[in-house]
């Protein structure tokens, strides 16, 4: 038996195999097609009376991706997505609800709806490598509505299953085991086996420990749910961040009650869907998939990388690389550098692999390479060397005639343009940019800066690239600064300003923090290197009109770099910076720390609209992900168009007026906004 996204087969033992296949995409996802097609099929099997039924998916990618997050973007009534929820509910309560037990087989994904729907199920069985299961919804702004909150608190207990839902990160198979999100872990050609034995003698279903009634109790729920809110807090801002505090509310308000916990999961996420956290933050993920995109035009697909300069940049991209499973040679001229970078990959290979035979293994793939054998070989070749325009050029020139001819020829130069560096080149059509950020193992965005000669098709090999290694590639012309540096340096020196005037550290970053930036950019400037910044600030300085102002450099001469050197705008401590307390003058003051911040992110935003005048980035979305991505602009407000769009066009334009008149020409309206109005 068929439909579109669903296969339905029946064994000799009586039990009911229904396949998830949707149609038309790689993985499955959860959207009001499949809904519709996933009860037509259980109503099927139901008719078939089989002992037992197991819920698996035919595609490799995964069980379940999770609900159709576009389906999200469009949803402008709460009504409307209440009605989708109620729906699910119905769905999920049929199969909860059938006389024989349930099983989910699952393996890869298995994200949001996903877990939902094996939580109604009886039982669930997970693929020891590759699961990666959870309920993530309040990155996305809202909380789990079809039944998550409900069954996951009768499944692993209110402790376990908050924790869970409040962190809204993806478990592997054991650790979903550990907290009773699932029955059984088995290796993937036990799956079948497994799934038959547990229908053919069904144990009793899980149960939560026994003290979980205790944390249900009403006296102590309050308890419970304040230490929730403690925890969340050191995360989000309840401002900027509502879904996770209004999941404790509804958890204090509705655990144990299970029908009014689906009424409940109703009215508060299809009321948090509408809000604009969520629908910036919807936004920013579907941004995220735009790029992806970017990545998938070419099928070029990488085995070996060559890096050329193995310091802070060039040793953490051959690392990375290696932990994605390509082969990599490092060279450098320097073997201290190369022992250094080796052991920096070493504790980044610890910490993500855990395990001691993949740790070796991607050890296995990074070779140190003094001799430059790799050059020959490599499908990308990648220079990481000092930002010097003579000793580029002459390294290009030892490399191309050694490069294959199909190989592709990338530089993270953050400042020079690619027009320069082709100049000698041969062919100069192959050279485009790879910029990575600093630190490459948690920065996700990548520049693929396009020269005037770069051809179209190694541009789009580069994107592939990016995207093999697992990074969002973001198309940007070669124009001083490419787009994220051209944006934050502004903001940055907009700070050190502040600071020369007198305003303390710590709270122009609260300002910054409040505003929603990750973290205040005097911390990010020490983090940083007070040194890089005042290079690139000197560099975009010869093409922008941009004041360097003078701490910056006082402090370089003095090697205060920041972090790393222990002292910069900050003293350091075991990588952490000593914030003195903020004054009382500052404190409870919010409309004080808006000028700040108003003075910081407008020179950001009047840059954005200058990139998107000259064309440095495709379209509006285009920036606002690189911005969200490269920058940390505050994910919840959807990017700096987004928030201009959100606090009205005319009245940013007005405010910088403002500001040039108190201030200077450094907030001088760029001619871009006239043509956005
Ligand atoms: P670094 O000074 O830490 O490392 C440069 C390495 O290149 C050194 O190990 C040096 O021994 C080696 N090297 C120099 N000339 C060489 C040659 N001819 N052959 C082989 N090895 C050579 O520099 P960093 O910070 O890693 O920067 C490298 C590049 O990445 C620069 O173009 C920089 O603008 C860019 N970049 C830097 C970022 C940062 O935050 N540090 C961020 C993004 C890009």
């Given at each position: ?532 910044c005042l290079h690139v600030a000197a560099k975009l300085g010869e093409a922008f009109p941009l004041a360097l102002p003078k701490t910056l450099k006082q402090q370089v001469d003095v090697d205060r770099l920041g972090k790393k050197s222990g002292q910069g705008f900050y003293a350091w401590k075991n990588g952490r910076p000593q914030k003195p307390a903020i004054e009382k003058g500052w404190r409870g003051k919010p409309e004080k720390l808006r000028e700040l911040s108003d003075r910081m992110i ?76």
């Amino acid at each position: 038996m068929m439909n579109k996204h669903f296969y339905l087969e029946k064994d000799d033992d009586g039990i009911a195999w229904l396949h998830f296949d949707m149609a038309g995409g790689s993985a499955n996802i959860l959207s009001m097609d499949t809904l519709d097609a996933l009860d037509q099929a259980l109503i099927n099997a139901a008719q078939m009376h089989p002992k037992g039924l197991v819920l698996l998916s035919d595609k490799p990618s995964g069980f379940l991706a999770g609900a159709d997050i576009r389906a999200f973007a469009k949803v402008e009534e709460p009504e409307q997505a209440a009605d989708q929820i109620r729906k699910a509910h119905r769905v999920f309560s049929r199969l909860e609800n059938f006389s024989f037990p349930s099983l989910a087989l699952i393996h890869g994904f298995c994200l949001g709806g996903g877990t939902e729907l094996a939580l109604a199920c009886t039982y669930r069985i997970a693929e020891t490598d590759s699961t990666r299961i959870g309920l993530p919804e309040v990155r996305l702004g809202i909380f789990p509505g079809f039944g998550g909150t409900a069954r996951g608190t009768q499944m692993m207990g209110s402790l376990g299953a908050m924790r869970m839902m409040l962190a809204g990160r993806a478990y592997r198979a054991k650790q979903a085991r550990r907290i009773g999100l699932v029955d059984w872990v088995v290796p993937e050609r036990q799956l079948r086996n497994a799934a038959s034995q547990m229908l053919n003698n069904p144990p009793p279903p899980h149960q939560p420990p026994w003290w979980n009634a205790l944390v249900e109790f009403a006296p102590l729920r309050l308890a419970v749910a304040e230490l929730f809110r403690h925890q969340v807090a050191k995360k989000a801002n309840p401002a900027h961040y509502p879904a996770p505090y209004r999941l404790i509310d509804h958890w204090r308000r509705t655990v144990g009650d299970f029908d009014a916990m689906l009424e409940s999961e109703t009215r508060n996420v299809s009321e948090l869907i509408c809000g604009d956290t969520a629908q910036s933050l919807i936004r920013a993920f579907l941004l995220q998939e735009r790029m992806k995109e970017i990545g998938k035009q070419r099928p070029f697909k990488a085995g070996h990388v060559h890096v050329v300069g193995g310091g802070v940049m060039g040793g953490d991209i051959a690392a990375w690389c290696a932990l994605r499973g390509l082969k990599v040679t490092l060279q450098d001229q320097s073997h201290e550098q190369l022992q250094r970078a080796i052991g920096r990959a070493h504790t980044l290979f610890k910490r993500r692999l855990r395990d001691r035979r993949l740790v070796m293994e991607a050890f296995d793939r990074l070779i140190p390479d003094v001799r430059a054998a790799g050059v020959a070989h490599a499908d990308v070749i990648i220079e990481a060397i000092f930002e010097d325009t003579a000793a580029k050029q002459a390294l290009y020139a030892d490399l191309e005639p050694r490069m294959r001819a199909d190989a592709l020829l990338a530089t993270n130069t953050s400042s020079i343009p690619l027009e320069t560096l082709a100049e000698k080149l041969a062919d100069p059509t192959r050279l485009v940019g790879l910029h990575f950020f600093n630190p490459v193992a948690k920065m996700m965005l990548v520049e693929i800066v396009h020269g005037e000669a770069t051809d179209n098709d190694v541009a789009a090999n580069a994107a592939a690239f990016a995207r093999q290694i697992g990074k969002l590639p973001l198309p940007v012309k070669s124009s001083p600064g490419f787009l994220v540096n051209r944006m934050l340096m502004p903001y940055l020196l907009e700070a050190v300003a502040l600071y020369e005037q007198g305003i303390p550290g710590p709270v122009i970053d609260k300002a910054a923090t409040d505003f929603g930036m990750p973290m205040g950019p005097i911390e990010l400037a020490d983090t940083v290197g007070l040194d890089i910044c005042l290079h690139v600030a000197a560099k975009l300085g010869e093409a922008f009109p941009l004041a360097l102002p003078k701490t910056l450099k006082q402090q370089v001469d003095v090697d205060r770099l920041g972090k790393k050197s222990g002292q910069g705008f900050y003293a350091w401590k075991n990588g952490r910076p000593q914030k003195p307390a903020i004054e009382k003058g500052w404190r409870g003051k919010p409309e004080k720390l808006r000028e700040l911040s108003d003075r910081m992110i407008l020179r950001m935003l009047n840059e954005a609209v200058a990139c998107l005048r000259e064309g440095v980035v495709a379209d509006a979305d285009l920036l606002d992900a690189g911005a969200i991505y490269g920058t940390g602009f505050a994910p919840f407000r959807g990017g700096p168009m987004h928030y201009i769009q959100n606090r009205g066009l005319r009245n940013i334009e007005k405010r910088l007026n403002e500001l040039e008149k108190r201030h200077g020409e450094q907030f001088h309206a760029d001619s871009g906004w006239h043509a956005l109005a």
